[in-house]
């Protein structure tokens, strides 16, 4: 566990970035056209890369103030 969880910091910052990329980039050129339904799941996917972000930040924030 200890391989993956040292680049813990490094996967959610890239997490937080690309979903912030998505919502800012992609969301828009869909919206502009219309398309409302690739307009969405663009965005759900956005936060759902931020949200991922966060929480894998906060797990490791947890774990390793409580378990080491």
Same mark, same amino acid.
């Given at each position: ?22 919502? !800012?980039?992609?969301? !828009?050129?869909?919206?502009? !056209?219309?398309?409302? +339904? ?21 797990? +490791?924030?947890?774990?390793? !103030?409580?378990?080491?």
């Amino acid at each position: 566990m200890e391989a993956w969880w040292s680049d813990a910091g490094y996967i959610s910052a890239l997490f937080i970035l690309t979903g912030l990329a998505v919502l !800012r980039f992609d969301v !828009r050129p869909f919206t502009d !056209r219309h398309m409302v +339904r690739e307009a969405a799941w663009a965005r759900g996917i956005g936060w759902l890369n931020v949200a991922a972000g966060i929480l894998l930040y906060i797990a +490791r924030w947890v774990h390793d !103030r409580w378990w080491f």
